[in-house]
Every structure is written in structure tokens, then in C-alpha cells.
């Protein structure tokens, strides 16, 4: 079967790291996306990962293993304005998006 | 720079009613997608579009139909509402080639209530 897991809500202080994971079986991978969603809002696309590796963007980063199903998506130097969800996907071999119920993340002053 | 506009984006239906929610793109995307998001659950898919004139079932496509007779739009329909469709609903619109097709384009939402 196809399935994403992150965690539901994380806590974080101003100005720290925080790391958000996910992890993913699915058939066919081709490639792993994170979306950021403010409440209310609509998602916006953040990154894309289908190789191995770290991608740099920013204040943001996001990490793809294949062989462990795993990914995690790094905010450095966290401003209010991150609080947010965000949403991990994988894409299967169809070219579809499963995507994860989505992590709550708040921003502590 | 409208982007992808959907209307309404609020509505309230007694069961039984029936509506239809309509997605507008100018960034002149192949693909089109119709999602539901409800508390606690990923994003799923009710049906989307590669092209103009085609449409296909997602994940959840029970209780409602599309149209996409012009590429720009793509019409969600609800014939006969039920309290479990209420939700948030997301129109979506991407590139057609490959990878890039998961970067998507998102409309603000039509939030309905199903009464």
C-alpha cells in the first residue's frame, strides 16, 4: 500500500531549528514534495527531492533517502511566519501526489 | 497575476442540493485536479484532467463529477449533496511533464457545509 507519516503538530522557539520528518512508502517513487499551508490558506509548493541528498533553499532545506523511505524538511532561524503546516508527498509511478495529513507547526516568541 | 481562482468560496447546502464549484487558470496548465481536505487527513484527490476534453476519477471520486470543456477551466459538481461532503475543497493546476507535474498550483478554497 501507499502511505505518508509525519508528525501531527511540533513546537519551536523563534530564531532555533527545527526539523520536520516523513516517511513514505509508495509504489514507483518519483520524487518527494513539501508544501507549506498557512491556516486558512492554500498549500504552496516548497520543495522537491528525488535524489539522495540535502537541497538547500534559503532558510529552508529538505533531505531525501530513498533507500529508507525517509525525508525531512530543515527551517533554520525561525521567524512567526512559519507557523504553519506543512504537507509531505511522494509521488508514485502514475505521476499522483499521496500526501500526508500534514505537521502543525507553532512558533513560540 | 490571478493565478488559479476558484468560486464560490464559501457555501452552505441542505441535503440533497446540488452545486457546482468552478476552478479558472491563466498559466495556460495542462493538468487540473479537484481535492478535498478534511481535519486530520491528507489532501485526496476526486478527479482531475490532463488535457482539455478528459477527465479521470481519483481517489475519491463518489458523489461527484467534472467537466473540463475549455483548458482553463474545470468544473466540480455535487448532484445530490450529503453531510459528508462538507469540507474544503482545493483546485490545482500544473505543468504535464514528468516531475514537474507535482508542483502545483493551488486556488484559495471553497469551503462547504452540507447541512
Not at chain 2, 447546502?13 to 486530520?40: F, I, V
Not at chain 2, 477551466?73 to 448532484?79: D, I, R
Request: net charge neutral; hydrophobic share 35%.
Amino acid at each position: 500500500g501507499q502511505n505518508i507519516d509525519q508528525p501531527t503538530e511540533m513546537t519551536a522557539t523563534e530564531g532555533a531549528i527545527v526539523q520536520i520528518n516523513c516517511t513514505y512508502q509508495t509504489s514507483g517513487f518519483n520524487g518527494l514534495f513539501w508544501y507549506q499551508q498557512h491556516a486558512g490558506e492554500a498549500p504552496t509548493f516548497l520543495s522537491y527531492n528525488v535524489l539522495d541528498g540535502l537541497e538547500e533553499k534559503g532558510r529552508f532545506s529538505s533531505f531525501l533517502s530513498r533507500s529508507k523511505g525517509y525525508s525531512y524538511l530543515l527551517l533554520k532561524e525561525l521567524q512567526m511566519k512559519d507557523s504553519a503546516s506543512y504537507l509531505c508527498a511522494s509521488m508514485d509511478s502514475n505521476y499522483q501526489l499521496i500526501w500526508g495529513a500534514g505537521t502543525k507547526l507553532i512558533i513560540k516568541p | 497575476n490571478a493565478g488559479v481562482t476558484q468560486t464560490p468560496k464559501f457555501r452552505v447546502l441542505k441535503t440533497g442540493q446540488s452545486m457546482t464549484l468552478l476552478c479558472a487558470q491563466d498559466m495556460n496548465h495542462e493538468y487540473m485536479y479537484w481535492y478535498r481536505q478534511d481535519p486530520g487527513m491528507g489532501l485526496r484527490l476526486i478527479h482531475y484532467s490532463v488535457g482539455e476534453g478528459t477527465t479521470a476519477k481519483g481517489e475519491v471520486p463518489d458523489g461527484y463529477n467534472v467537466s473540463r470543456l475549455k483548458k482553463q477551466n474545470f468544473l466540480l459538481g455535487l448532484e445530490s449533496a450529503a453531510p459528508s461532503q462538507t469540507s474544503v475543497y482545493f483546485c490545482a493546476s500544473s505543468y504535464s511533464s514528468g516531475e514537474v507535474t507535482g508542483e502545483l498550483f493551488f486556488g484559495e478554497g471553497s469551503r462547504l457545509t452540507v447541512l
